[in-house]
Structure formats: structure tokens, C-alpha cells
């Protein structure tokens, strides 16, 4: 095997402290990947290893090493050296494939998960011409290939890929619950009145995934009517059973015009916020407290109980604090009507509120104006990097009886009579 290059030779005592680590890292990632290539080529050569061409010679033969190609990783830049193979008899005699690298394709230049954290520093603000110098006070000194042109051109694929996306085909999918909520961004539109609309789902094997990523007026029914009917017109033919969000939403005007055997289900850590907005700050403790037992009883029965305790304690002095709450009352406990393995990820919007939540904390705007699709195309590379990280939802084996219309009565199955 070849030797390390000069980033990663010499002792690691010659370094400083705080780069002994870093060292060490990354050398043994280069002396890993060097190995792996030299096994991957070695595995394709024996596959081949007794096979001739016209000419009585190998069909494949090792043939020295291409120019050393440096990668750029999270460690940095890692220097490799791919040995090169002949493969020309096999591909002309045999009409079979060439070797290709799985783990270094040809054009590669940098990992997945570099691309990955342009969109990351975008949504902070960075601007296209500050780009090589934040990755290179992320990625070390030595960290090429990210120049501000190459960024401009990486936003011009990720287009192309979110513009695929929106117009992917949905016949097959079916959606148990979606969870939605509009987002506003420290990226300014051009509209200050526009966000970004965004539906979560879970589909009937309980996995949760990006459903659509849109921009909207002001929350308002016809945008969310527009996305709606648009995942109607690309295959979506049943809605959800039921449907997350905050009250103040215009997606509750939309939805029953769209999909109206779709059952609404308010957030109650929206709901909560709202009613001790109305309360004075020295009964917020105790109120936050008897919310909590509503909505956590283990019975809609008992939640109801709970709920008119609540209202008769207050209402007389705190008037609008009661108001707010019974006024969307039976939208409240509709996930009392669901599994009760399902009650925790139904009973609020936090699936999408925590996946969005390092974006939704930066309210303060960067200076200047972002273009439409720019901002949708950063929100959906983001928003697709964080959906590997979505759990799979509690008690998913019940989901197929869910959307067979079982009933469930305080979160258990109705048996039938």
C-alpha cells in the first residue's frame, strides 16, 4: 500500500494539542479508504481472474495507479490513489461492464455530506461569496473545490431536484396523519406577507416523511388549497385520517373542500400558549399544569372532566382564557379516537415543529431579499437531510386498521357487536 501523503505524515506529537486528535482521525480515515479501494479492485480482478481473451491474454489486468485525487470529507481534504484497471477485452470481447468504484465514482470530489451543509449555512445567512471562507474555518485551510461559483452551481442542481420532487408521482403512497404548519424563515421572500408552508406525513408503514414544501400567502385557505388539490392532482386519492396543526391556520378552511373525510386534531402546545397568553404570569405554572392533565388524562372522559374543572375555576375573571379554550373544544380530543399508542406523536405538531426547529429559532432576517426558489430549494435540501434522522411512529403495526376505519374508543379497538 502507499504511503500517507505529507497532510497526514509526521508524528503526531509535532502538532498542537488541540490537532493531535484531528491528526490521528485523519489519518486513519485516509489509510481505511485507501484500503477499501485497493479490496474493491482486487475483488473484481478475481472475479475475472480466469478468463482470457481472443488473444490468450486476461480479459482484466491491473495496470498501475491513476493520479492521486484528493476528496474533501468533514476531516478535510483526504488524499487517495485509485489503482487503475484494463478492462477494455472485457468490455469489447466479453460485452460486459468496466469496473466502476462504489466507494470512489469517478467525479467524485467531495462527500454527500459536504453538499449537505452549503444549504445548513445558507439558511444562516451566509452569503454566496462569504461560502469558501466558512467552509474553510469549518473544513480546514486546505479545503478547495467549494468556490463561490461551484456553490451557485450546486444551488442550480438542488432546482432541479426540488422542482422533480414537487412533481413526484403519488398514486401509491397513502397517509395515515399529517402533521402541517407554516414557517417563517429569517430568509425574506419576495413577499414579506409569504412562508413556507410545510406538510410532514406518516405513511401506513408508520415511517414519517417531507409530504410538500411550499410557499404561502400569509398561511391563507387558497395557498393551502392550492398544495392540497396539488397532491390530489399528482395520485394522493385518500387524505389522511387525521390532520395536525394550529388553530390559526387557513389549512382548516382548506382541507374539508379537498379531503373531507380527513378528521382535525388542534396542537395543544399551541392551544396551551395561547391560553396563558390571556392568563396573568403568576397563574402560569398552575395553568400549564391543569392543561397538561387534559390532555394527558387516560380517557377522553376524564380530559373533559378535567377541562370543565378548568373553566369553572376561571371563567368568571379570566373570561377569554376560558373562551379560547372552549371555543375549538371539539377539535381538542379527536386523538382520543386513535390508538393509544399513537396519542403521544398525535396530540401536538412537534414531528414537524422539532424537525424545523434549528430553522424556526432564527427569526432575526439576514439583509436582502431571497429569491422563491432559492429559499424552497434550501428549506427542502435541509428538510431531506433531517428526514434521515425521523423515528418511526409507536405502535405502527395498528396503522393498516386506522386506515381500514377501525373505531377506537378512549385509544382502544371497538371490538364489533
Known amino acids: 500500500m502507499r504511503e500517507v501523503t505529507e497532510e497526514t505524515n509526521g508524528s503526531p506529537a509535532d502538532e498542537r ?16 479508504l485507501q484500503k477499501a479501494i485497493e479490496e474493491e479492485v482486487e475483488e473484481f480482478l478475481a472475479r475475472y481472474k480466469g478468463e482470457k481473451a481472443s488473444d490468450g491474454l486476461r480479459v482484466v489486468v491491473r495496470n498501475g495507479y491513476m493520479p492521486e485525487r484528493r476528496v474533501l470529507t468533514g476531516l478535510g481534504p483526504i488524499a487517495v490513489k485509485q489503482p487503475r484497471v484494463d478492462d477494455r477485452k472485457l468490455r469489447k470481447e466479453k460485452n460486459e461492464a468496466g469496473f466502476t468504484s462504489r466507494i470512489l465514482p469517478r467525479y467524485l470530489r467531495r462527500i454527500p455530506s459536504i453538499d449537505n451543509l452549503v444549504p445548513a449555512l445558507y439558511l444562516k445567512g451566509i452569503s454566496t461569496g462569504a461560502f469558501p471562507a466558512a467552509l474553510e474555518a469549518i473544513l480546514g485551510e486546505r479545503a478547495p473545490g467549494l468556490s463561490a461559483t461551484t456553490v451557485v452551481r450546486l444551488k442550480k442542481i438542488w432546482e432541479q431536484e426540488y422542482g422533480s420532487w414537487a412533481r413526484r408521482d403519488l398514486h401509491d403512497k397513502q397517509y395515515v396523519y399529517f402533521w402541517v404548519d407554516g414557517i417563517h424563515f429569517n430568509v425574506r421572500l419576495e413577499d414579506d406577507r409569504c412562508c413556507i408552508l410545510v406538510i410532514m406525513g406518516a405513511d401506513s408503514a408508520g415511517n414519517k416523511e417531507l409530504v410538500a414544501i411550499s410557499d404561502g400567502f400569509r398561511e391563507s385557505k387558497l395557498s393551502w388549497k392550492e398544495i392540497l388539490l396539488d397532491l390530489k392532482r399528482r395520485g394522493l386519492r385518500h387524505g389522511p385520517s387525521l390532520t395536525i396543526g394550529d388553530g390559526g391556520l387557513g389549512f382548516w378552511a382548506a382541507l374539508p373542500e379537498v379531503f373531507p373525510q380527513s378528521r382535525e386534531q388542534l396542537c395543544w402546545v399551541h392551544k ?21 392533565e387534559m390532555y394527558e ?29 372552549l371555543r375549538e373544544k371539539d377539535r381538542l380530543f379527536t386523538f382520543y379516537d386513535f390508538p393509544v399508542t399513537h396519542w403521544i406523536h398525535i396530540r401536538t405538531t412537534n414531528p414537524v415543529e422539532s424537525a424545523f426547529a434549528t430553522v424556526r429559532l432564527r427569526t432575526k432576517r439576514t439583509k436582502g431579499y431571497g429569491s422563491r426558489i432559492a429559499t424552497l430549494t434550501m428549506v427542502y435540501k435541509l428538510a431531506k437531510e433531517t428526514e434521515k434522522t425521523w423515528k418511526k411512529l409507536k405502535g405502527y403495526k395498528q396503522i393498516p386498521l386506522v386506515l381500514q376505519g377501525v373505531n377506537f374508543v378512549g385509544g382502544e379497538m371497538k371490538e364489533a357487536a
Open 17 to 32: 494539542p488541540g490537532e493531535v486528535l484531528e491528526v490521528i482521525l485523519k489519518r486513519g480515515a485516509q489509510v481505511l
Open 272 to 292: 396551551t400558549a395561547n391560553v396563558l397568553n390571556k392568563l396573568p404570569k403568576s397563574l402560569h405554572g398552575k395553568c400549564k399544569a391543569s392543561l397538561h
Open 297 to 325: 388524562a387516560e380517557n377522553k372522559k376524564e380530559a373533559l372532566k378535567n377541562l370543565d374543572h378548568f373553566v369553572r375555576l376561571y371563567q368568571d375573571k379570566y373570561p377569554k382564557a376560558t373562551e379560547c379554550l
